[in-house]
């Protein structure tokens, strides 16, 4: 039973280009949530996907765009990249009818340049 | 906005030494979960706390949660190297959106 799975693992961009992040969830789950965590710092939350749209989001400009597929997967878009979007980009599973614990995979390591 | 906030921001400590760090919100918590992230790693989900003063242990670990449900605390007694990594406390804001604190990075001189 394979965990939260993300890639790329390491992405280099330069102040202007997009990228896309991908995200599967453990076997089972049904949402999604993207976290950004800069160093030395707590994750945050960017949004949360459900069924294939946006459940919940964070104070995060539109430049952050998301996607669900049918099979539960996820896509992270970031537009107009800047510097301070430097940071580890985390996926998070669960379940949407349980209030408890979520499953993060290893994270996309992003670096503007 | 309503966060949680966490102390110390940094604790070092000689192996077999005791570690303790706190988490608290100006706002009642309707729960509170801590994670455990080793350096260069995710985050790792270690429990979650919904009743005021609940206490949960796992082995070494010590979790309370406040009877006014606005603080909590992680206590591990004599740590070990394997304990190094960075604590963070985080409570759910709406359906699942976690909150999390500052973390606290735990480092340990065998």
């Known amino acids: 039973d394979a965990g939260v799975t993300q890639s790329p693992t390491h992405l280099i961009k330069t102040r202007g280009q997009q990228v896309t992040l991908r995200c599967s969830p453990k076997?089972?789950?049904?949402?999604v949530s993207w976290y950004q965590q800069a160093l030395g710092q707590g994750p945050q939350f960017i949004f949360q996907?459900?069924?294939?749209?946006?459940?919940q989001r964070g104070n995060f400009p539109d430049r952050f765009s998301g996607h669900q597929f049918p099979n539960y997967s996820s896509e992270l878009n970031v537009n107009a990249l800047l510097l301070g979007d430097s940071a580890l980009y985390l996926c998070?599973?669960?379940?949407?009818?349980?209030?408890?614990?979520?499953?993060f995979g290893p994270g996309t390591r992003l670096t503007v340049l | 906005g309503q966060q949680v906030m966490q102390i110390p921001q940094y604790q070092h400590v000689q192996e077999g030494e005791d570690f303790t760090t706190y988490c608290n919100s100006s706002?009642?918590?309707?729960?509170i979960q801590w994670y455990k992230q080793r350096p260069g790693g995710h985050p790792v989900f270690l429990i979650q706390?919904?009743?005021?003063?609940e206490v949960k242990k796992q082995k070494r670990l010590t979790f309370q949660f406040g009877e006014a449900k606005k603080n909590s605390s992680l206590h591990i007694t004599a740590t070990q190297t394997t304990d190094v990594g960075t604590y963070f406390c985080?409570?759910?804001?709406?359906?699942?959106?976690?909150?999390f604190g500052q973390g606290t990075r735990l480092t340990i001189n065998p």
């Open positions: 706002t009642t918590l309707s729960n």
């Open positions: 998070a599973s669960s379940l949407v009818q349980q209030n408890n614990e979520q499953f």
């Open positions: 985080a409570k759910i804001q709406g359906a699942q959106k976690l909150v």
């Open positions: 076997s089972g789950h049904d949402t």
């Open positions: 996907y459900y069924e294939e749209e946006e459940r």
């Open positions: 706390l919904v009743k005021s003063g």
